[in-house]
C-alpha cells in the first residue's frame, strides 16, 4: 500500500503550500483512511472540469470501512440514499446495493 501521508505532504509543499493549514488536520492522523485520502484529493485539486471528474469517479474503490463509515454518517446525519449519494458523489446503486451487503 503507499505512503499516502508522505505522498500527499510532498504534493502540498511542492504544488500547494496554501493548501497546508486546510490539509494539516487530515494529515495529522496516525493513519489514513479511504475517506481522508478523497477529502484530501478534493481539497488539493478541486477539479471543477466534469470530464476528469466522471473519469475519476469511475475509477474510485472503497473498503469495507469507508463503506461502513459512509453509512454510519448517513445514520448520524438522518439522510436518505440520494442525499448520501450526492455527499460522497456515488450512485445511488451503490449505497443501496451496500446497505444490503452491509446492514447495520
Known amino acids: ?32 483512511t479511504t475517506l481522508d485520502i478523497i477529502n484530501l484529493n478534493e481539497i488539493i485539486f478541486n477539479n471543477t472540469d466534469k470530464e476528469i471528474t466522471r473519469f475519476n469517479q469511475q475509477h474510485k474503490s ?28 456515488l450512485s445511488r446503486n451503490s449505497v443501496a446495493k451496500w446497505k444490503k451487503k452491509y446492514t447495520l
Open 1 to 32: 500500500m503507499p505512503n499516502y501521508k508522505k505522498l500527499y505532504t510532498d504534493i502540498i509543499s511542492h504544488k500547494n503550500p496554501k493548501k497546508w493549514e486546510e490539509c494539516s488536520f487530515i494529515l495529522a492522523k496516525e493513519e489514513l
Open 62 to 89: 472503497y473498503d469495507k470501512n469507508a463503506i461502513i463509515n459512509m453509512l454510519t454518517h448517513q445514520q448520524v446525519n438522518k439522510l436518505n440514499n440520494t442525499q448520501l449519494a450526492i455527499r460522497f458523489k
